[in-house]
């Protein structure tokens, strides 16, 4: 076991595409309950509807790479409003219920086998970063970084762009809220009733955030697409809405940087406890554990960890800790 | 505090940027390769193996793949480039057949690999003869057709029966009653969901899992308990008797002396279990699944009940807020799933010797005896909770909690206690709820999240925090997803359920049987 090449793995992981694109989809979570303290346990379903979008346009009716970014992000639209309009009046656990079942839901039927012409089924669709590449200013076959942090040149790309709109997003958020209009949103938080009572739409504030984070889900659906280049239905498991949560509750929710540092810290911690594992099981210390048991502990200790955050120290590690004591009305 | 722990990871992030060395061959492990899954066309969820693969780069051989015994297979190449997989069609077996694409053409497929890719290829499997797919399947595991474990309930005999019976009148009864069956499977095990949610204002989002843990464990004892059986075993009767402990002496020993007779109790349990543990295979013991599924019922009892006395009234007395008490189910459901799933793997089961039966004809239906039974006892527990709910004190209690929890607590009744039993009957339905699932079902670990679903469609139709309502709703799911397959896809099912519960909060957000104020 190789120490000091595991954490070098794990920091070039915490850099890499796939942190930045959980980057994304937690800031649009970031909105939901860090600011609004929405209830979202469906993100993941907006980042399915996100990469569909790109995929279905793409891969079926040979479209524009663009239009496909627009059809995921109209998708994620109507599936806000589909969510909100029921839900948002009532109680916060009302949301919460509609939204697990909801993803669900969703990835089960883009799976089934009545929608293979459209979504490839349970096999996906394929060939979908065409588009993304001729655009790439890096050479594919060179490699670009020092040391460990080294990619080739289309992961360079692609996490160069998603980065960037991370950076842009983050952006987005600290002016919004610190608009009159992002009071407004941390008001609901703090108390739906006092803000009710100055006279505020209280639902069509909701609304607003639960569209504007669906919509950065739905981003985020679609530069995984587009890294990927191939999307099969059963990577949007709902265990990626609780990656999400984890990364949100660890760097911080209702902090404009909490997602970001959240999703470097946590890749960075699941590639290290993962090389530890399959390290000290390749020397022979758990005989009783098989390949795919290790992916599974894996998730046990997301599930422990989930846990030991909100109980000990909801805030992450830039919160702040009376923002967080809110409660369901 | 913040600022220690930013320069902690930041001056981490530093030390590792600048170690280059042995990390930058790490790094170049991942070239390039071809990977995929070859599925099997009449269960998606499995794979086929030891179909061969052989990659050309030009003419040139470069590679073969094989793939293993859950369809997967890699060819590593030696650089980016243009490549021919050819899969070898004799090595398919018979009943499948290539499925011929845009991709696969001949049992040929080109793939462009680009530099440091890992791609996958697809290739996909038909049933041999697939101009006449609409003849049924080979008798067994090929009814279970459409997408294996998505479509609940799915039931061989209860499918074929449909289809082949013709008339629509005939296909709507057996419908009905293969709806009824999946409805009271669903009701059994959301009333604890509901009530829970009654007595600490909490969704559980870990119930489904409850579910699965006790189809698991009925399915481990019905095979064959070894060590792994006895060391669960073990455990939970420590717990089981740190809790009972707990429950029956809280007022009547001084606090030290239960804490230690609690502790003792747990770790007697773990020493006994490592003991067994070690033993293994020499204790050996079998009960039939009726023997299990009593077990299984008492250990999700257990279950339930320890994770309200161990976590649940702790995180209440330090006053966490509902919002985080979410978050903390959620988290113990993936430990919950995943500890399950190393457990007891990743392989789908089901109970021997409950498979293939004569169906009991009754009219228009035919149901094969084991769903006979299992609505029976499915009507035999709704009833007995009823009447536990209706006539017993405890029964009483619960409901007034689940009324008004502060009311309830003035009036003399110890909540703590009645949440407990709540918790333990909750998690006791919940494991029974699933052996009843898995009679019909494959038994996985994710089924009991596919059934939460539907269970939260069913409490939310009935009155979220009302038994009755948890009854009514299962039932109403039960029938709507079931009879919805005569018009729509099986694996629209869920999709309906969901589009029921979105109508019902859009209509009647407290649900049937709910009182208006909860809502709030």
């Known amino acids: 076991m190789d120490i000091v090449s595991i954490l070098a793995e794990s920091t070039r992981s915490a850099f890499g595409p796939i942190a930045a694109i959980y980057a994304l989809a937690a800031i649009g979570l970031n909105l939901h309950f860090g600011y609004t303290g929405l209830l979202n346990f469906g993100q993941v379903g907006f980042m399915l509807v996100g990469a569909y979008g790109v995929g279905i346009s793409v891969a079926v009716f040979d479209l524009p790479l663009l239009v496909g970014f627009a059809v995921g992000m109209l998708c994620a639209l109507v599936l806000a409003l589909l969510l909100g309009i029921p839900t948002l009046r009532l109680r916060a656990d009302y949301l919460a219920i509609t939204t697990i079942a909801a993803a669900e839901v969703i990835r089960l039927v883009y799976r089934a086998g009545f929608a293979e012409p459209l979504t490839g089924g349970v096999y996906g669709l394929q060939n979908l970063a065409d588009g993304f590449r001729v655009l790439n200013p890096f050479d594919g076959g060179e490699r670009y970084g020092v040391g460990a942090l080294s990619y080739n040149g289309n992961h360079m790309w692609v996490l160069a762009v998603t980065w960037g709109l991370v950076a842009v997003m983050c952006g987005l958020v600290w002016m919004l809220m610190h608009s009159p209009w992002g009071r407004v949103i941390k008001g609901i938080r703090e108390d739906e009733e006092a803000v009710r009572s100055l006279g505020k739409n209280v639902f069509a504030y909701k609304m607003q955030i639960l569209v504007l984070g669906g919509l950065v889900g739905a981003l985020a659906g679609c530069m995984l697409a587009v890294y990927q280049a191939s999307i099969q239905p059963d990577q949007f498991k709902p265990q990626v809405t609780f990656f999400l949560w984890v990364i949100l509750l660890l760097g911080g929710a209702g902090r404009v940087f909490g997602p970001v540092l959240g999703a470097m810290a946590f890749w960075f911690l699941m590639n290290f406890t993962d090389g530890l594992l399959r390290g000290m099981g390749s020397m022979g210390w758990f005989p009783f554990l098989d390949g795919p048991d290790y992916g599974a502990i894996q998730l046990a200790f997301v599930g422990v960890l989930l846990v030991v955050l909100i109980v000990f120290r909801p805030q992450g590690l830039i919160g702040d800790r009376k923002e967080m004591l809110i409660n369901v009305k | 505090m913040r600022t220690r722990l930013v320069t902690v990871l930041l001056a981490l992030i530093t030390a590792i940027l600048v170690i280059p060395g042995p990390a930058a061959t790490a790094d170049e492990q991942g070239g390039e390769s071809l990977h995929g899954r070859i599925l099997n066309p009449q269960d998606r969820d499995q794979g086929v193996e030891g179909i061969l693969l052989t990659v050309f780069e030009g003419g040139d051989e470069i590679a073969a793949a094989e793939t293993g015994p859950d369809g997967n297979w890699e060819a590593e190449l030696p650089g980016p480039g243009e490549y021919r997989v050819v899969v070898d069609q004799e090595s398919i077996p018979s009943e499948f057949a290539l ?422």
């Open chain 2, 99 to 520: 499925r011929e694409s845009v991709i696969v053409v001949d049992g040929e497929a080109t793939a462009e690999v680009e530099a440091g890719d890992q791609r996958p290829l697809i290739i996909a499997l038909d049933v041999a003869g697939a101009a006449d797919e609409d003849s049924p399947s080979p008798s067994g595991e090929g009814a279970d057709g459409s997408d294996g474990g998505d479509a609940p309930a799915d039931d061989d005999s209860v499918e074929t029966g449909a289809d082949s019976g013709g008339s629509f009148g005939d296909r709507f009864a057996q419908l009905t009653a293969s709806g009824l069956l999946y409805g009271l499977v669903i009701a059994v095990s959301a009333i604890g969901l509901s009530l829970i949610f009654g007595t600490t204002k909490m969704i559980n989002f870990a119930h489904g899992d409850m579910v699965t843990f006790g189809a698991m464990i009925a399915l481990l004892f019905s095979t064959g308990a070894a060590g792994m059986g006895n060391s669960l075993l073990a455990i939970f009767l420590g717990l089981a008797g740190a809790v009972l402990l707990g429950g029956f002496f809280e007022d009547r020993l001084p606090r030290a002396t239960l804490v230690v007779a609690q502790w003792s109790a747990i770790l007697l349990g773990i020493v006994l279990a490592t003991v067994l543990g070690v033993m293994g295979d020499s204790v050996g013991w079998q009960v039939p699944l009726w023997g299990a599924a009593v077990i299984a019922v008492l250990m999700g009892g257990v279950l339930g009940a320890g994770m309200e006395r161990y976590i649940w009234r702790p995180l209440r007395h330090r006053n966490v807020a509902l919002i985080q008490m979410f978050i903390v189910s959620i988290g113990l459901a993936l430990v919950v799933r995943h500890v399950v799933l190393v457990l007891f793997g990743a392989g789908r089961e089901r109970y021997a010797g409950y498979q293939i039966q004569d169906p009991v004809d009754l009219g228009p239906i035919a149901l094969p005896p084991r769903d006979l039974v299992v609505m029976g006892v499915a009507v035999v527990v709704l009833v007995g909770v009823a009447c536990l709910l209706q006539f017993t004190r405890i029964g009483k209690a619960m409901r007034a909690v689940s009324d008004n929890r502060d009311l309830a607590e003035s009036s003399g009744i110890d909540v703590d206690r009645v949440t407990l039993y709540v918790w333990g009957l909750g998690g006791g339905l919940a494991a029974l709820g699933g052996v009843l699932y898995g009679l019909n079902q494959i038994v996985e670990y994710e089924m009991g999240f596919r059934l939460l679903l539907l269970m939260f469609a069913a409490v939310i139709l009935g009155g979220l925090g009302t038994a009755y309502g948890a009854m009514v709703g299962g039932l109403a799911v039960g029938l709507v997803a079931m009879l919805s397959t005569l018009w729509f896809p099986t694996q629209m099912m869920q999709a309906w359920a969901l589009a029921l519960m979105i109508l019902m909060l859009l209509v009647r957000p407290q649900g049937l049987l709910g009182r208006r104020e909860r809502v709030g």
